[in-house]
């Protein structure tokens, strides 16, 4: 049989059967999608490849799933650091939004931003940010993957002025897009404390009509929490509970400050953690009770958060500080070992964004998004468990290629896709270009 590509890693993570390593097995794809997995000499006499990957010292998993993100604010890596969420927010990120943002910013930040998550092997994104069009454009030019979420905020922005505008346009622009195969589509309220009751309203009967996800920033900070106790004198989980959200179309990003009844709400009801390290380090937001939730049976995927408040857009890095921050706050070095922590950010992420039935997992059927890790280096010797090597020694440099629905991306870390090509020129010349306006308005922001 004729086919595309033979891919012939030394290990493949599968992820599903869960806790699998194939050793010297090849994945055979072909219009996109992977059609066998078998052992590589088995696989040479079996298909004519069109192209054929040797990968001698790599192991390949699923394409790495950012849960959440705020793509476009990549531009502004480094606008607000060392303040805590709520100045970082007032002081610093709305003003500069409010005097910058249009679709050519969310467009240059979004290109900038898909150019790093794919050399950091990560294929599908989900993101929070305004002028989801230009978002869908850089995403489709640079090749990748992405759950495009429809912001909603109650105040006006270039965007959109209210939260029913906010929500008309993002539909319009869901149902311009609804037949590209890498795009899909979520709702997302930017917080309890920006969003107000009528449109979470909405939201649910909007989320329930149309069968997409809910994606809201939950129990962040203390802060937060203090100020709907004084507002409604209820926690903001409590709220949204009474307003219907919370239910396994829902996506709780960051998840910090949690009760034991909160946690099991989130359990009996199917709702889905993103996992956000190190942006709540490095706002001060606190750490995440990951053992708590896991020991109940949460799902928990993981998200880098924006650059703005990371500052980095790498999945690695956070799986390894996901599973330390566990470990460490409680006691137990055997919690979120490092096949939960891979399928974190691959199969429960896509569950999360309803692709599970795509990606998220390497199995016969589903789109080819594969990420190829060169762990033959001197500082991956030696190697006893690759998956293990992959969390606690592997930096997103040893992502060397990168496939998305079959087509290789990246390889041996170049850029080889025509308009990921062309993206990368444009998004490094519309750097310079924002970072001077930024400086113009602002001065240095530090």
Not at 188 to 217: C, K, M, N, W
């Amino acid at each position: 049989m004729l086919i595309d590509e033979l891919i012939e890693p030394r290990w493949i993570v599968p992820v599903e059967p869960a806790r699998t390593t194939l050793e010297n097995h090849a994945i055979a794809l072909h219009e996109g999608r992977i059609i066998a997995i078998l052992p590589q000499e088995q696989a040479r006499s079996t298909f004519q490849a069109a192209r054929v990957t040797p990968l001698h010292d790599h192991l390949v998993t699923p394409g790495l799933i950012n849960l959440h993100t705020h793509a476009a604010m990549t531009l502004l890596r480094g606008a607000g650091d060392d303040l805590p969420l709520e100045q970082w927010l007032r002081s610093r990120i709305w003003p500069v939004e409010r005097a910058l943002m249009s679709h050519e910013f969310v467009l240059a930040g979004t290109r900038l931003a898909c150019l790093e998550m794919l050399r950091g092997g990560v294929t599908c994104f989900c993101d929070m940010y305004f002028f989801p069009d230009a978002a869908a454009q850089a995403v489709l030019e640079c090749g990748m993957r992405a759950c495009l979420g429809v912001p909603v905020i109650d105040f006006p922005t270039a965007w959109a002025s209210d939260p029913d505008d906010y929500l008309n346009k993002g539909l319009a622009v869901r149902d311009a897009m609804r037949d590209e195969p890498m795009l899909s589509f979520c709702l997302a309220p930017h917080a309890p404390y920006t969003v107000p009751d009528a449109a979470f309203a909405r939201i649910v009967t909007l989320s329930e009509q149309l069968g997409i996800g809910i994606s809201v920033h939950l129990h962040e900070t203390e802060a937060e929490i203090r100020d709907e106790l004084a507002r409604s004198g209820t926690r903001p989980i409590a709220r949204l509970d009474r307003l219907g959200l919370i239910g396994p179309q829902l996506t709780s990003i960051h998840s910090v400050h949690m009760t034991p009844n909160e946690i099991a709400l989130f359990a009996q009801r199917g709702v889905t953690v993103a996992h956000c390290p190190s942006s709540n380090l490095k706002l001060a937001s606190g750490i995440a009770p990951v053992a708590q939730l896991l020991d109940a049976n949460v799902r928990i995927g993981l998200g880098t958060d924006g650059a703005a408040s990371n500052n980095r857009l790498d999945v690695l890095s956070e799986m390894r500080l996901a599973s330390l921050l566990a470990k460490g706050t409680s006691g137990r070095a055997d919690i979120f070992d490092v096949h939960q922590v891979l399928h974190a950010a691959t199969l429960a992420a896509a569950t999360a964004l309803g692709l599970e039935e795509k990606i998220g997992s390497i199995v016969v059927g589903k789109d080819a998004d594969l990420v190829a890790f060169d762990l033959g280096g001197l500082d991956a010797q030696p190697n006893f468990d690759p998956v293990a090597h992959l969390i606690f020694v592997a930096g997103r440099e040893y992502a060397s290629h990168v496939w998305v629905h079959g087509e290789c991306v990246v390889q041996k870390r170049q850029f080889v896709k025509e308009g990921t090509l062309r993206a990368a020129a444009e998004g490094a010349s519309a750097v310079s270009l924002w970072q001077n306006r930024v400086r113009l308005r602002f001065g240095s922001l530090h």
